[in-house]
């Protein structure tokens, strides 16, 4: 069965760090990979998002970096604000069929101010 | 960004009655939605992929004849609970991509609690 394992569960961070969150999948049949933010009692929000023919994309103070070879994927938040605390959930997006996400369990993120 | 609403944001009812969760595309059509349950600190669970003028596809585990999914329109789809349980209770969100677009967009979620 398709998965994606998402790593840590939890991360506490100074504020102004860095917060660097990882996914790994364990297939090849996905061709978009996004970062899902979630707050509380709230639906999920797209932040950042890359395909597999890029190696890093940036978007203000957020940054996936892809390793195709390697199967892995990451989300690097610069200069972290207690704003940012929520959780994030990586996902997969499968080529065939419906295109159907899959999702990485989630990181939960605290910002200390 | 698109928006995708559902509607009630929250909803209780008693064990045994049914209860139906709407979820809208206000500005673009979607041919395809899914449904994703959430229960507390954990990931979101897809369910069911509800297509537009056919069947929803549900996934393993998941009972059809429990949870109703109808696509009415290319603009809304309805998931129903049928004989809710409350374990049942859960966070309830749909998502649609745009066609031709990788992007899910997902709505605010239905806190549904079962008594």
């Known amino acids: 069965q398709q998965q994606v394992k998402q790593s840590p569960q939890s991360l506490i961070v100074q504020k102004g760090g860095i917060s660097i969150i990882n996914c790994a999948y364990e297939?090849?049949?996905?061709?978009?990979f996004p970062w899902y933010q979630q707050f509380p009692g709230k639906g999920p929000a797209l932040l950042i998002a890359?395909?597999?023919?890029?190696s890093e994309k940036k978007e203000g103070r957020f940054t996936i970096s892809f390793n195709k070879s390697a199967k892995q994927f990451s989300l690097h938040i610069m200069d972290s604000q207690p704003g940012d605390s929520a959780t994030y959930f990586c996902?997969?997006?499968?080529?065939?069929?419906?295109?159907?996400?899959?999702f990485g369990t989630g990181t939960r993120l605290k910002v200390l101010a | 960004g698109a928006v995708v609403s559902q509607h009630p944001s929250r909803v209780i009812c008693k064990s045994g009655t049914s209860v139906k969760i709407e979820c809208r595309s206000l500005?673009?059509?979607?041919?395809?939605m899914f449904w994703y349950r959430q229960f507390p600190k954990q990931s979101l669970m897809l369910m069911a992929t509800?297509?537009?003028?056919?069947?929803?596809?549900?996934e393993q585990g998941v009972e059809k004849d429990k949870f109703l999914i109808n696509h009415a329109s290319l603009t809304l789809s309805t998931l129903t609970v049928t004989s809710a349980h409350p374990e049942d209770s859960s966070f309830y969100i749909c998502?649609?991509?745009?066609?031709?677009?990788?992007?899910?967009?997902f709505g605010p979620g239905t806190r549904l609690t079962v008594t």
């Open positions: 998502s649609a991509p745009r066609q031709g677009q990788y992007e899910q967009y």
């Open positions: 297939n090849t049949a996905f061709d978009y």
């Open positions: 890359i395909r597999p023919d890029v």
């Open positions: 996902a997969a997006r499968g080529t065939s069929g419906t295109y159907k996400y899959i």
């Open positions: 500005d673009f059509q979607a041919t395809t």
């Open positions: 509800s297509n537009e003028g056919s069947k929803a596809t549900y």
